[in-house]
Every structure is written in structure tokens, then in C-alpha cells.
Nanobody, 119 residues
Framework: HGQLVESGGGLVQAGGSLRLSCAAS????????MGWYRQAPGKQRDMVAS???????NYADSVKGRFTISKDVAKNTVYLQMKSLKPEDTAVYYC?????????????WGQGTQVTVSS
């Protein structure tokens, strides 16, 4: 199995920006889609954004226009640029990888990185 390691979380004021990174051991597992889920305390884990090997992206409605997912294939790294952050974006953000393209039930998960947005 490969592994995913997130970084870039932290505390930011509302309206600010953060960029999350996810370093993946791509050579150890075959994936067709990668992206991000997030989970706030007491809430379910929800999909935030995904990107396929071909570069097709999907976003949750709540983050469209504010978040951008991208990847650097050479570095085996996926990014989530988050702008205009809101307190409701506060959550643990998990990088995930899927051997399929749906990104509904990812096969691999990172450890999570905390994003906290203050009012």
C-alpha cells in the first residue's frame, strides 16, 4: 500500500487563504482520482474536491469558486488552494486516493490536517 501525507493546515482569519498539499506514494499504488474530503466535529466526512489522472475536476457546491485543486505529477503531489475561507470551512481535511474515478469511496487516506477559520 502507498500512503498520503497532508500538510499546510493551520489557523486563518475569515477571508484568508491556505494551500494544502498531499504527497502521495504514487508508484506503490495505482490510482485514477485523488482529492480531498473534510470532516468537522460531529459531522460526516464530505467530499471537497477531486481531480482525475486526466485532469478532470469536481468540487462540492460549498467551495466552488473559492477552492482550486491541482496536481504536480512530477512531485506526486496534489494541492488544494483555499481562498475566501469561511468559519464553516473549519474541519480536518483528508487527502484521499481512489483506484477508480468516482472518488465516492476512496481506497487510501491521509492522516488529516486541521484547518481552522476564525471569524
Amino acid at each position: 500500500h502507498g500512503q498520503l501525507v497532508e500538510s499546510g493546515g493551520g489557523l486563518v482569519q475569515a477571508g484568508g487563504s491556505l494551500r494544502l498539499s498531499c504527497a502521495a506514494s504514487i508508484t506503490r499504488f495505482s490510482i485514477k482520482a485523488m482529492g480531498w474530503y473534510r470532516q468537522a466535529p460531529g459531522k460526516q466526512r464530505d467530499m471537497v474536491a477531486s481531480i482525475t489522472n486526466g485532469g478532470r475536476t469536481n468540487y462540492a457546491d460549498s467551495v466552488k469558486g473559492r477552492f482550486t485543486i491541482s496536481k504536480d505529477v512530477a512531485k506526486n503531489t496534489v494541492y488544494l488552494q483555499m481562498k475566501s475561507l469561511k468559519p464553516e470551512d473549519t474541519a480536518v481535511y483528508y487527502c484521499a486516493a481512489d483506484r477508480g474515478i468516482s472518488f465516492v469511496t476512496p481506497d487510501y487516506w491521509g492522516q488529516g490536517t486541521q484547518v481552522t477559520v476564525s471569524s
